[in-house]
């Protein structure tokens, strides 16, 4: 399948709004599709050549093509925990989270919310998830086959907690090592799919948990680890308290061997300067939700220090649905570029579209087949129109540069600038 456009993706992160160089940008593009995968992507005139002449076009102009988006933490099981009023983060977890998540014990359930939340992440541009899934197992299960029937790359895994929530929510060090590693065997690399192993967090983990979570790390090195890390003060103390032994947060998963290269940890917002050089040390990746630490009153998170220290973090952006509030990459990105307003800085928006597909890509280790356009990686793309809605279009019609463009799409899109989505080379908003 030969799609026309104007074609878009990054080959490293810009440096600035005018970083072109940054960029393989074809104002006249085309991406020729084949089994699932690229083929070739960037000028018409070269891409059609290849195509044949008898080729079917679809086109697509004057919109853009990109890479599919990339979320690197979202929560399946809070579908309808989204927009849930007044609380910050232990109060929200148990008034709210906590009993939605019991209803996964219902496999039914399960089944109906992963169904649902898929639809839901490609219809917002959305081809890759990194996601927890409830305690339960089925509800794990119920996740990778509905990815494996749309044939999307997820990364994705049973929660793991075993203290301090209701008991229809908790297993136990034993069984959630059972679960997971049963998870491991029949999804882990089948297909697109890729289990992550996932204690919640130090919290609602025993010490004998974070050894079991530890141990699957160890016997499958090649499954990502997911988890929360320093999001909220409160939680922060807590969680100290019952570690007394070790002297931060992050010492509690390094202690565990639950750092490393594949390793996620959501927030990562009060870190100390150890903590930090922790992560650095370790190639762990610390992902920045900005809708939820704003909904949560959890924090700012230092985007460019991380960047920029001596021993630069690796970085990605998130959703974090349901403490976050969108669905989409691009409302959470103009959050995101609030977040880094507060703290004196901007953030370009050549480097945002960077960090929701190449960038997040490359921190979730998965970029030679997602996040890009190159020859041979898998045909999941977005076609965004920049003049989605009257304010977008009349606002379009001032605008000059590319990198203005991408910021206006950043700043007032949504679902609604989404124009089709293709996923494994299959479109599935238009019945083409
Ligand atoms: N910390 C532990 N669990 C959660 C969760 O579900 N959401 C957020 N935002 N933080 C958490
Ligand atoms: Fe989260």
């Known amino acids: 399948m030969l799609i026309r456009g104007r074609v878009l993706w990054f080959l490293r992160r810009p440096e600035s709004r005018d970083d072109l160089a940054a960029c393989s940008y074809d104002e006249d593009g085309a ?15 070269r ?17 853009l093509i990109l890479p599919g988006f990339i979320d690197a933490h979202v929560h399946m099981p809070q579908m309808q925990v989204i927009a849930s009023y007044g609380t910050e983060l232990l109060d929200w977890l148990n008034t709210y989270t906590f009993p939605e998540e019991s209803k996964f014990r219902d496999a039914q359930h399960g ?8 639809d839901e992440s490609i219809r917002h541009g959305t081809t890759t998830v990194a996601a927890y899934c409830s305690v339960h197992k089925s509800s794990a299960e119920a996740f990778f086959e509905e990815a494996s ?32 590693k049963a998870l491991i065997e029949t999804w882990h690399n089948r297909g697109r799919q890729r289990y992550a192993i996932t204690p919640r967090f130090a919290l609602t983990s025993t010490p004998e948990q974070l050894e079991a979570a530890g141990a699957l790390a160890r016997e499958y090195s090649d499954c990502h680890v997911q988890t929360h890390l320093s999001e909220n003060h409160a939680e922060i103390a807590e969680t100290m308290a019952l570690y007394p ?21 959501g927030h990562c917002i009060h870190l100390s300067e150890r903590e930090a050089d922790a992560l650095s040390d370790s190639g762990s990746v610390a992902v920045f939700c900005p809708t939820s630490n704003l909904f949560l009153g959890s924090g700012l998170f230092a985007y460019h220090r991380y960047n920029r220290r001596e021993k630069p973090l690796r970085v990605a952006v998130a959703s974090d649905v349901g403490g976050g509030t969108n669905y ?45 356009l190159d020859a041979g990686t898998d045909a999941d793309l977005v076609v965004l129109d920049a003049a989605a809605t009257p304010t977008m279009a009349l606002r379009k019609e001032t605008i000059g540069s590319l990198a203005d463009e991408l910021f206006l799409l950043q700043t007032l899109g949504d679902d609604r600038a989404v124009r089709e989505v293709y996923v494994a080379g299959k479109a599935t908003k238009s019945p083409f």
Not at 154 to 178: C, E, F, H, S
Not at 245 to 265: M, V
């Open 245 to 265: 032994g070790l002297q931060d947060y992050t010492a509690i998963y390094e202690h565990y061997g639950l750092t490393g290269p594949k390793s996620l940890f």
């Open 149 to 180: 029937a749309r044939n999307m790359v997820v990364i994705a895994g049973k929660v793991m907690m075993d203290r301090n929530a209701p008991d229809a929510v908790l297993d136990t060090a034993q069984t959630a090592y059972d679960d997971s």
């Open 47 to 63: 891409v059609s050549q290849v195509a044949g002449e008898n080729a079917a076009v679809i086109d697509h102009r004057p919109h």
């Open 111 to 118: 089944r109906r919310i992963a169904r649902l939340f898929l």
């Open 328 to 372: 989409s990459l691009l409302r959470t990105m103009d959050e995101a570029y609030k977040v880094i307003a507060l703290q004196g800085e901007k953030l370009n928006p050549l480097a945002s579209f960077w960090q929701i597909t190449r960038g997040n890509a490359e921190a979730l280790s998965i970029s030679d087949h997602v996040g890009t």
């Open 31 to 45: 991406v020729l599709m084949r089994d699932g995968l690229i083929v070739q992507a960037g000028a018409y005139d």
